[in-house]
């Protein structure tokens, strides 16, 4: 039995971060039409979503806007490649995106980056994560406003 005056014990989140694998990653492709009629003039000819990579029941994310030029968008065939990162520790899906760079484009990096970056945040900082995204990410609204959806 620990003493009132005995230190706690030294949590490691570096270390907990390197042996987190990721077990789920999701991708929505919004419908911009069920989308606030203000933000279709920005968006255009660009789809958007959202992709969630999660591991241990938190979840990071990052919003996508790409260009589509008028032909129809596949989710499947476009997020297909993140299939790469499931069962991964962040540390060796970041070294994956770094090295398909080229392969997957500057989008698909970005967005995979910005994901696992903000899964490692809410990893190191579980306060902020109760606090900021507890309807962020609510399944339910995010089919009511997708179009599509791709979860392996």
């Known amino acids: 039995m620990q003493k009132v005056s005995d230190p706690l014990p030294e949590i490691n989140i570096e270390q ?3 042996e987190c694998t990721i077990d789920h990653i999701e991708a929505y492709q919004f419908d911009t039409k069920k989308i606030a009629s203000g933000i279709t003039d920005i968006i255009g000819n660009r789809t958007c979503g959202l992709l969630i ?17 008028n032909r129809r968008f596949d989710i499947i065939q476009w997020a297909k490649v993140f299939m790469e990162l499931k069962g991964r ?26 994901s696992l970056m903000d899964l490692a945040s809410e990893m190191r900082n579980p306060v902020m994560r109760q606090e ?8 339910a609204v995010l089919f009511d406003y997708s ?6």
């Open 16 to 18: 907990d971060l390197a």
């Open 53 to 69: 990579i999660s591991s241990r029941n938190v979840s990071g994310s990052a919003e996508y806007f790409i260009p589509t030029e």
């Open 89 to 114: 520790t962040i540390p060796v899906a970041l070294e994956i995106v770094e090295k398909e760079n080229k392969c997957w484009g500057p989008a698909r990096t970005n967005l995979a980056k910005a």
């Open 132 to 139: 900021c995204k507890k309807n962020r990410l609510d399944r």
């Open 147 to 152: 179009q599509a959806y791709f979860s392996f």
